[in-house]
């Protein structure tokens, strides 16, 4: 059975007489209809009736009616409500705005308001590069989204996507305190995108782009970074390939391999698996077949579009033409940024002794990682609920935080290998480990190594 997650978790308010002992009787029913209790309060005792509210965390959205149900079905038990948390959790949104200056009196508002402000915006006027000291752009970024390819749900729109730029405005200031805005565009047109985000660039110190479906989103990031004297980073592209190089690079360490020499098969290459494929030749690999929906990228593969043209030029130096599981015979490496369940067990027992396994397709991977473990050396996925999550806020807080300090305006190859060999090297040689390849999100220590690496770099 799929592993219950927080993020399907749910509060259910039950209600029994106390001759039925519906506390017994509840918890029985949910944890053996699979669910994890995570918490349980009595909410009301009385001769009468007992009312409890018990917390479990579910596989999903219909597992959670399941459960629901199975408790309505016993006689002795009646369901009062039943809350999900994830939902009331972004009740109002999950970001605000605070004042980070007092305003309590006239004097107060004298400085910060008029008339006092009208100075400011003359010095700016006077020199431009003022606006970074005096304003909120030196440590204010632009979450920008068009919502055409949101998380694994697709093209949703500008409007769904808001929660995630919202969650991702609010990692932003947990992790590094930068300041991080959504900017959700209503249009898929690049020629629209591109004209927008320049208008209002102004107010901000650097842009990260999200959740665009390639290959539009190659052509909006090279136009932005042409165009504007800020940084312009596309998570979903450099952030994804610089956590799974500092993976690779220590689970490489564990196997005692060089990545010069091993065989890479990729699964996926979009945005993501391009700008790891970039990443991973940029420091050393020689040999990745990659594949996406239509088969193996080989010499004859045709495209007119300039990252595509890469992968083939730069990928596959066999013009390898067979299937996905020839590929993985004797392959030291598997990286899927694609779909679920797109090799088997007996392609992961087919590869190379010491493999690794990187199945990064979120939420259900390319392979249950449970039968990739009997095979391979090291695994890892995307989700949370399993040992060595990929997860890109390793990488972004930290880069912002170093481009920001740094006034960078550009973002370049080196800065990026810099910022995947400091995650890396968060990870001590005593921690190195099947299981711990890459350091927890919550570790101090990388938001501080990566920005002074970026630092360094610019």
Not at 90 to 112: F, W
Not at 183 to 199: F, G
Not at 228 to 255: C, E, M, W, Y
Not at 272 to 291: E, M, P, Q, V
Request: aromatic content about 4%; glycine content about 6%.
């Amino acid at each position: 059975m799929a592993s219950t997650s927080p993020g399907y978790g749910i509060t259910i308010r039950v209600e029994g007489h106390p001759s039925s002992q519906p506390v017994a009787l509840a918890t029985a029913v949910i944890t053996g209809a699979g669910a994890t209790i995570t918490a349980l309060d009595v909410v009301e005792s009385l001769l009468e009736k007992v009312v409890i509210d018990i917390t479990c965390d579910t596989i999903d959205a219909s597992h959670a009616d399941e459960i629901t149900k199975a408790i309505d079905k016993k006689p002795e038990l009646t369901v009062r409500k039943v809350s999900d948390r994830t939902f009331l959790l972004h009740l109002g949104g999950k970001i605000e705005i605070q004042s980070k200056v007092p305003l309590k009196t006239r004097d107060d508002l004298s400085r910060a308001y008029t008339p006092g402000v009208a100075r400011i915006c003359q010095a700016i006027a006077d020199d431009p590069a003022d606006a970074r000291r005096l304003t909120i752009k030196r440590n204010t970024v632009a979450v920008v989204t068009d919502g055409s390819a949101v998380l694994g749900l697709g093209n949703i729109g500008p409007a769904a996507a808001l929660p995630v730029m919202e969650g991702k405005a609010a990692l932003f200031k947990r992790f590094a305190d930068v300041d991080a805005w959504p900017v959700c565009i209503d249009s898929q047109d690049v020629d629209e995108i591109v004209r927008t985000v320049q208008l209002i660039a102004p107010v901000y110190g650097g842009i990260n782009l999200e959740d665009i479906s390639a290959p539009r989103c190659f052509e909006i990031e090279r136009r932005l970074r042409d165009l504007l004297d800020i940084p312009v980073f596309h998570d979903d592209q450099h952030g994804t390939a610089i956590v799974v190089s500092a993976a690779l690079r220590n689970s490489l360490k564990l196997v005692k391999k060089n990545l010069s020499d091993v065989k890479i098969v990729m699964s996926g290459a979009g945005a993501a698996g391009t700008a790891i494929a970039r990443l991973l030749i940029k420091s050393g690999a020689k040999n990745i077949i990659g594949f996406d929906k239509d088969g193996v990228i080989h010499r004859d593969t045709k495209s007119d579009d300039p990252m595509r043209t890469w992968f083939i030029d730069n990928c596959n130096p066999s013009n390898f033409s067979g299937n996905i599981s020839d590929a993985m015979k004797d392959a030291d490496i598997f990286i899927g940024v694609s779909a679920p369940n797109v090799i088997s067990e007996s392609d992961v027992a087919s590869m190379a002794k010491g493999s690794i396994v990187f199945a990064l397709a979120n939420p259900d991977p390319e392979i249950d990682p449970v039968i990739a473990r009997k095979y391979a050396a090291v695994v890892a996925t995307g989700r949370s609920d399993q040992p060595n999550q990929i997860n890109n806020v390793l990488a972004f807080p930290g880069i912002f935080r170093g481009l920001l300090d740094a006034n960078a305006s550009k973002i370049t190859d080196e800065l990026l290998i810099a910022a995947a060999e400091a995650i890396a090297d968060c990870v001590s040689p005593e921690q190195l480990n099947a299981s711990f390849i890459v350091p927890s999100v919550f570790d101090s220590h990388v938001v501080t190594a990566v920005a002074a690496a970026v630092k360094k770099s610019v």
